[in-house]
């Protein structure tokens, strides 16, 4: 069983900044991916990105290729989402959630078995 708690998000300008942070209580094992999600209202939850707990392998959905940074911290059971150059576009509540078994590979939003709460992001242009 993995509980995760979300934080970090909040309001901002276009253009700004945000870093969310996502501490995963419980065993994360190393065969484990840890992701970033995010849903608007009336969407479908999509991925953001997502990183292998074992040999740090990133993935980005490509609206946030080279403006997102996502990083994991073993020790302390985290893993953060660097958020640079936001748009209005990327408003959303953002989700962290844990994929134990990726039989759907690490950006499929199935192969995801816990999930954290939910923080809201909203950028203003």
């Known amino acids: 069983q993995v509980q995760l708690v979300e934080s970090g998000g909040g309001l901002v300008q276009a253009g700004g900044s945000l870093r969310l942070s996502c501490a995963a209580s419980g065993t994360i094992y190393s065969s484990y991916v840890l992701g970033w999600f995010r849903q608007e209202t009336g969407k479908e939850r999509e991925f953001v990105a997502a990183?292998?707990?074992?040999?740090?392998?990133?993935y980005y959905t490509d609206s946030v290729e080279g403006r997102f940074t996502i990083t994991r911290d073993a020790a302390k059971n985290t893993v953060d989402l660097q958020m640079n150059s936001l748009k209005p576009e990327d408003t959303a509540v953002y989700f962290c959630?844990?994929?134990?078994?990726?039989?759907?590979?690490?950006?499929?939003?199935?192969?995801?078995?816990?999930w954290g709460q939910g923080t809201q992001v909203t950028v203003s242009s």
């Open positions: 959630a844990v994929n134990t078994a990726a039989p759907w590979g690490p950006t499929n939003r199935l192969s995801y078995d816990y």
């Open positions: 990183v292998t707990w074992r040999n740090n392998k990133k």
